[in-house]
Structure formats: structure tokens, C-alpha cells
T-cell receptor, first 114, second 115 residues
Framework: EPEVTQTPSHQVTQMGQEVILRCVPI?????FYWYRQILGQKVEFLVS????????KSEIFDDQFSVERPDGSNFTLKIRSTKLEDSAMYFC????????????FGDGTRLSIL | AQSVTQLGSHVSVSEGALVLLRCNYS??????LFWYVQYPNQGLQLLLK??????LVKGINGFEAEFKKSETSFHLTKPSAHMSDAAEYFC?????????????FGSGTKLNVKP
């Protein structure tokens, strides 16, 4: 069964550094998402992406965050200048379309900011 | 914005016993409803979903859930727990009528299955 893959599985970065989290969504999916889960807290929506542009973003997704689909397969989340509070598990998801379709999630990238 | 409540952050059952994991949502307009399971060091795997139609939906691994509009609930059940069911379970909802269906998640329920 097709899967969403995320790399790396664990990223350790110094505060203030830029980090790029990578995702390969399922190949025929058109809608892409990033979520994060701070330890002990709920999974929170960050951003949705369709047709090469952001369709919705949460208040968490400030100017330090950006997303890109640089080619036909990858979907990336960049954090420009990381803060300690960015430490979390980041999940990428994709769906074949919007509406009532389930989202398929990757295994996540654990981001640790030192 | 939607709010999703999962009562009980930890639930413990004996192997063979009934599993009941609770989920309530806040909106007056019924959303789309999903249950996901997360095993250690893995992503979220879809168990089942409700969008329209029959209110009792069956999913993978013997799980089912019933949408009750009057109770704004979507509780997950399994008649007989198996050791392999030990995992964390998340209820998620998304608003009807939107193409870009961001999910709102509950805080999760960790299921422990005792031998």
C-alpha cells in the first residue's frame, strides 16, 4: 500500500538554525498538510497546500515557516530560525482530494532544538 | 473552531474484554469523523471514518464506531481486545463544506491491554 514517507526521522538542531523537513506524499494525492505534536499535547494543524499554494494556515504558521513543493514528489517544511518551542514531532499528510477524504500520515520527524 | 474531546487519556482493559474509547466533538453541524491509531514510533494509521450514510461504521482490526448526532459523539469500540491493540488512538474531525479539510484532533487515548 502506498505510504507517505518523511525524512529524517529525527533531527537535532541548534536554536537559530534553519531546518528543512522533507516529505514524499502518496503519488496521486493532490492535497498536502503539515501537523505538529508537541510532547504531551494534541496534534495541531499547521498548513494545507494545494495546486502549488497554501490554502490555509494556522496562527502557529508564522513568517518563520514556509512550505514548498520543489518538484513533483517532495513536499518540504522549512523553519527559518528555530526556537526551543519548535521542538515537536512534525507529521506530513496527504489526501487524494479534500472534502471528506481521509488524510494519510507519515511516521513523523522528531525535531529537537538545543 | 472545532473542539474534540477524548475522555480518558489512558484506558486499560483485559485481553478479550470490550474496548470503548470515547470521542465528542463540539460543532452543531456534524463534521466528518475519523479514528486513527498510532503504534510506537509510527505515524497515524486510519482505522475508520464517517462522512455520510450508515451511522455505524466498521474499520480495520475489528474496530467500529457509531456516530450519534444527538450526543455529538463518535465512540470507538471493539468487542474483544487483543494484545496487539495496545496503542494510542486519536479521534479527528474536519468541517463539512470545505475542500481543504484540516483536521482537529483529540488529545489521544492510550490503550493498554492486560494479559
Amino acid at each position: 500500500e502506498p505510504e507517505v514517507t518523511q525524512t529524517p526521522s529525527h533531527q537535532v538542531t541548534q536554536m537559530g538554525q534553519e531546518v528543512i523537513l522533507r516529505c514524499v506524499p502518496i503519488s496521486n494525492h493532490l492535497y498536502f498538510y503539515w501537523y505538529r505534536q508537541i510532547l504531551g499535547q494534541k496534534v495541531e494543524f499547521l498548513v494545507s497546500f494545494y495546486n502549488n499554494e497554501i490554502s490555509e494556515k494556522s496562527e502557529i504558521f508564522d513568517d518563520q515557516f514556509s512550505v514548498e513543493r520543489p518538484d513533483g514528489s517532495n513536499f518540504t517544511l522549512k523553519i527559518r530560525s528555530t526556537k526551543l518551542e519548535d521542538s515537536a514531532m512534525y507529521f506530513c499528510a496527504s489526501s487524494i482530494r479534500g472534502g471528506n477524504q481521509p488524510q494519510h500520515f507519515g511516521d513523523g520527524t522528531r525535531l529537537s532544538i538545543l | 473552531a472545532q473542539s474534540v474531546t477524548q475522555l480518558g487519556s489512558h484506558v486499560s482493559v483485559s485481553e478479550g474484554a470490550l474496548v470503548l474509547l470515547r470521542c465528542n466533538y463540539s460543532s452543531s453541524v456534524p463534521p466528518y469523523l475519523f479514528w486513527y491509531v498510532q503504534y510506537p514510533n509510527q505515524g497515524l494509521q486510519l482505522l475508520l471514518k464517517y462522512t455520510t450514510g450508515a451511522t455505524l461504521v466498521k474499520g480495520i482490526n475489528g474496530f467500529e464506531a457509531e456516530f450519534k448526532k444527538s450526543e455529538t459523539s463518535f465512540h470507538l469500540t471493539k468487542p474483544s481486545a487483543h494484545m496487539s491493540d495496545a496503542a494510542e488512538y486519536f479521534c479527528a474531525v474536519s468541517d463539512q463544506g470545505y475542500n481543504f479539510n484540516k483536521f482537529y484532533f483529540g488529545s489521544g487515548t492510550k490503550l493498554n491491554v492486560k494479559p
